[in-house]
T-cell receptor, first 112, second 116 residues
Framework: QEKVQQSPESLIVPEGAMVSLNCSFS?????SIWWYQQHPGKGPKALI?????GNKKEGRLTVYLNRASLHVSLHIKDSQPSDSAVYLC????????????FGAGTKLTIKP | GALVYQYPRRTICKSGTSMRMECQAV??????VAWYRQSPQKTFELIAL?????????EQNFTQEKFPISHPNLSFSSMTVLNAYLEDRGLYLC????????????FGEGSKLTVL
């Protein structure tokens, strides 16, 4: 059974700082990895995904995937107070039907 | 755009009673719906995966007898928490997939269950 671990559990940084969030997963057969953002009282919203080893950049977000070490990270450049949210790492595996397993999340707070 | 609506947004129920929650996909066909529970202990657990025209797959620790799910068409799913107790508290989220094994789910805002 796929296990997804995220670190840190929470993070407080000043506005403008670079933020780095980590996620490790257990199954090397994992297909795509997604990062979701969840604001208080809202459902998670998909931000960015990666499938192949290496990195992918979209705006202020960069995601790095290392399949050998089963690790993925999300980096947010020039963080804004509106980036304050819980960030969830989600790993997708196809067992006939696609199953998506989430980590418990990292609570990010950006101080103005 | 793809939107998912969940209702009710929150329910307070007495221990031993049941709560039904609904999930509506608007603007796309939800070929599969995954029900999750986000608990006060900060876990994010998959309860079951429902794909139209396939059997519903429940995860370990979750059963059809406790969490019956209906997924009659490509826009609607419902789940009931039967005989709810304190450990069933949490935010129940439905995530709908357009299919294609992309790993992307569209979530509703969740149904928060409080058990007294």
């Amino acid at each position: 059974q796929e296990k997804v671990q995220q670190s840190p559990e929470s993070l407080i940084v000043p506005e403008g700082a670079m933020v780095s969030l980590n996620c490790s997963f257990s199954d090397s057969a994992s297909q795509s990895i997604w990062w979701y953002q969840q604001h208080p009282g809202k459902g998670p919203k998909a931000l960015i995904s990666i499938f192949s080893n290496g990195n992918k950049k979209e705006g202020r977000l960069t995601v790095y995937l290392n399949r050998a070490s089963l690790h993925v990270s999300l980096h947010i450049k020039d963080s804004q107070p509106s980036d304050s949210a819980v960030y969830l790492c989600a790993v997708s595996i196809n067992y006939g039907n696609e199953k998506i397993t989430f980590g418990a999340g990292t609570k990010l707070t950006i101080k103005p | 755009g793809a939107l998912v609506y969940q209702y009710p947004r929150r329910t307070i129920c007495k221990s031993g009673t049941s709560m039904r929650m609904e999930c509506q996909a608007v603007g796309f066909q939800a070929t599969s719906v995954a029900w999750y529970r986000q608990s006060p202990q900060k876990t994010f657990e998959l309860i079951a995966l429902s794909t139209v025209n396939s059997a519903i797959k429940y995860e370990q620790n979750f059963t059809q007898e406790k969490f019956p799910i209906s997924h009659p068409n490509l826009s609607f799913s419902s789940m009931t928490v039967l005989n709810a107790y304190l450990e069933d508290r949490g935010l129940y989220l439905c995530g709908a997939s357009r299919g294609g094994n992309t790993g992307q789910l569209y979530f509703g805002e969740g149904s928060k269950l409080t058990v007294l």
